[in-house]
């Protein structure tokens, strides 16, 4: 059932393809209706989903036979969650979407072509299809920025597209490298994982695959793409960058390098926590003194995946499961926020600069915005009750059994986080301008109700999460007792 939420993408797709040009209300349609189908199988093959019996294949079939490719379909509790994460992050983009009129066929194309690339990436078990789609993924994104984009649409786009292919290449020489090594005879990432890589190979692949990944992530120091990206980018395209296309990185990173080479691992672990932490706290010290409200977000997203990458690396299932969980909180939060920024208040103020932001009192023209705002923030501080909270702390207590300094350090970012969190939220809606202002003679426009539902979602579920983390700790946990980890944790110390 699961394989359906690549294949409605896909046709979505095409019934937008076949749409008369400018009919942008039946686009927005085709789009929201796709989309809400995808959520909804995710959603229910989570809750009908037994992680306990580890990986499932859902479709199998030769497609390159010569080569030993497969067209091959799995999932386990680690694929459904970030399933369900894209099906949210989709269907919220939308809502946050509906005043496209611009060309709005070819938007909604490209929105759903990456949507498609994104559920087929965690979705497949055979590398070289995983690489289809998550090159499949790639392409969109750029065209997305380019022609939707606001400020330094075109340099952000090519830079994006351009860190995203380098990453590539580096993945798919490791990739070669795995299957020249284990005989050329398949790409199923069960079977290569239990294949014993050579040290001497390990010890370089591992590396160059997981950066190769990681630069998706925005790994410090090859996150400089992300900033650049997130602000060029149209509020969907920003809400799918750091909601899932980030995610993509960590997930090829996990799933892919960490499995197939463990001994590479336990070499460069250390090495790869230090730039998680260093992209922690250089993330937040940064997004501190922005004087732009998106790039306050963009740098923010560089932050909170550190503790993606340092959950990661911790070897241990505490750890790594508040990775995953992370993986999911941040893709809903940082949606959030950037549906807040660009779309509630860029679209309407047409500026994103904190001081002017400050002199216009937005709480009281847009105090929707303000409150939604509010309430993204302090999920992304980590406040009880949100869900950010349970996933960072299960990264910390993973990271403090393995790293005990750099989970001293990781804390420092968390406290400028919350530094730079409040700055952020007082100068963009609770700010008092220095004289008077006089009332606008064109009050701003309200917020719509699709805005308002994509917000209330997005809300939902991160303080259902934080409430019942158990709810997606009973699918991630599960996971990582397959075979497939076996390897990756005996390193670790939990």
Known sequence: MLAWTVYISFLGVLALMLLPAGNARAARGVALVTALLGFLIGLVSAFGFAPERGIQTITRTAWIPGLGIDYYLAADGISVTLVLLTGLAAVAGILFSWNIEHRAKE????????????????LSFDLFLLFVFYELAIIPKYFLIAIWGSTNREYGAMKLALYSFIGSAMVLVGLVAAYVTAGSKTMDLLVLAQYPFPPALQNWAFPVVFIGFAILAGLWPFHTWAP????????????????????????GALRVAMTLFPLGLATWRNEIALLAVIGIVYGALVALVQKDFKFVIGYSSVSHMGFVILGLVTLNTIGMTGAVLQMFSHGVIAGLLFGVVGRMVYDRTHTRDLPELEAMRLNKALPFAAGTFAVAAFASMGLPGFSGFAAELQVLIGAW??????????????????????????????????????????????????????????????VLIGLCPRLLLSLIGPSFQSPLFEHVLKGGNL
Not at 107 to 122: D, E, K, P
């Open 107 to 122: 938007f909604f194309v490209f929105y759903l072509a990456l949507i498609a690339g994104v559920y087929g990436v965690f």
């Open 228 to 251: 650049t990206g997130h602000v060029a980018a149209p509020t969907a395209a920003s809400m799918l960058l750091a909601g899932v296309v980030m995610k993509l990185g960590a997930y």
């Open 401 to 462: 059994s393995a790293f005990p300094t750099y989970t001293v350090l990781a804390g420092v970012g968390i406290v400028v986080g919350v530094a730079y969190t409040l700055r952020v939220l007082q100068m963009a809606f609770f700010g008092e301008a220095p004289e008077p202002v006089p009332e606008a003679a064109h009050p701003l426009p309200p917020i719509t109700l699709p805005e308002r539902l994509g917000a209330v979602l997005l809300i939902a579920t991160t």
